[in-house]
């Protein structure tokens, strides 16, 4: 079941079925990497079963999983492979390898690298809610949920996704509630937190096992900081981590809503259905509660993204090398890799860098240009 919840709201009203869906995606059905590609991504069975239906409809939802496969090139072998070629060609031919003959080594690496490497593959599950209007998405990271959005607008050829937009910052909400002690009575604070310096994200605090009323978290918030994820139980149905971008993690449904399920349901694909349709149903509710509390508007997503204000400092920093990895850049801004990868996102969409490599790489297009 969903361990985690990305939201989308979808324009209503959502004019679309379980066939006409099936239909559709079966266009871009997955299928796996071939010896020279580095990723593929299609739609699988959200049951698992090979060549089954790609959408199950349930409670007004349809079910869909999205499959990514991913070759694994480490970026060290690379690297390194392509230094034993130039010191090969350097020490035979006495002559330097320039920046032109440099890239196209390492692309006969990679190619030479790709048939023989490991695939991994990864699992998504999402569904539409038609009554609703929301898409929720299995997705742990940004990044995966926005990967299942593009492929279902590619596949249906057009898709308004938007994200949802607070009336005012969640992280100004939750932080109200610990510190008033103002939460809705059908919201009660878990045992976890994290707390972070709105004009520093390397000053963090993070609470686990412990009291996010206590007086040093009290002391904390007090001081300026604002709670940015917060362990919620919402009325004794679910329990998870709201965090400021009202993406839920951690989430799981709680033991009094189970033992609402018949138990004497063994076959592994009818218990799958029946806890689906109470997830659904509930998270219907919980959905409708979030959006009441939060007062969310709609924006379409990446509308709303501000430019980093560490994006000069990334590229000075990116433009002085060949490649770069969103790794090497978090390590040498001290952020976190979820916030580098941003920075590399908006670094791509301005032709300073191109897009990510099998082995994580980015190339710097704009380093000669930088240099002048």
């Excluded at 900081?225 to 917060?230: D, P």
């Excluded at 952020?335 to 908006?346: G, K, P, S, T, W």
Aim: glycine share 8%.
């Amino acid at each position: 079941m969903f361990k985690n919840a990305r939201l989308y709201r979808l324009e209503q009203p959502v004019r679309i079925d379980g066939q006409e869906l099936e239909a559709q995606l079966d266009g871009r059905r997955f299928r796996p990497c071939g010896p020279l590609e580095t990723a593929t991504m299609g739609w699988s069975a959200p049951l698992g079963e090979d060549g089954g239906a790609l959408v199950h409809p349930l409670e007004g939802c349809l079910l869909i999983c999205a499959r990514k496969q991913e070759r694994l090139l480490p970026t060290a072998a690379v690297k390194e492979a392509l230094e034993e070629r130039i010191g090969e060609i350097e020490a035979g031919e006495s002559r330097e390898v320039g920046r032109t003959e440099r890239r196209r080594l390492r692309e006969q690496i990679v190619d030479e690298m790709l048939p023989r490497a490991f695939t991994r593959s990864r699992h998504t599950l999402a569904y539409i809610d038609t009554k609703s209007g929301w898409m929720v998405i299995d997705a742990a990271t940004e990044k995966q949920a926005e990967d299942v959005v593009s492929l279902l607008r590619e596949t249906l050829g057009g898709l308004s996704a938007l994200l949802p937009a607070p009336g005012e910052h969640p992280a100004e909400v939750l932080s109200r509630w610990l510190l008033e002690d103002s939460a809705p009575a059908d919201f009660v604070a878990g045992d976890a937190c994290e707390l972070r310096d709105p004009s520093d994200e390397a000053d963090v605090v993070r609470i686990s096992g412990g009291d996010p009323t206590s007086d040093e978290a009290l002391a904390h918030l007090r001081t300026g900081k604002r709670a940015v994820k917060l362990a919620l139980t919402w009325d004794e149905r679910f329990s998870f981590t709201l965090a400021d971008d009202l993406s839920l993690k951690r989430l799981r449904m709680t033991e009094g809503l189970l033992d609402t399920l018949d138990d004497e349901i063994e076959d592994p694909a009818a218990r799958f259905e029946a806890e689906f349709a109470l997830f659904a149903l509930q998270m219907r509710n919980l959905l409708a509660r979030l959006e009441t509390v939060f007062g969310f508007g709609e924006v379409r997503a990446g509308d709303s993204e501000a430019t980093d204000p560490l994006l000069d400092e990334a590229v000075q920093i990116v433009t002085k090398t060949r490649y770069i990895s969103a790794f090497e850049l978090g390590h040498e801004l001290e952020i976190d890799r979820n916030r580098a990868a941003r920075l590399m996102d908006e670094m791509e969409r301005a032709g300073i860098v191109g897009p990510v490599e099998i082995c994580g790489d980015h190339e710097v297009l704009a380093q000669e240009v930088a240099r002048r």
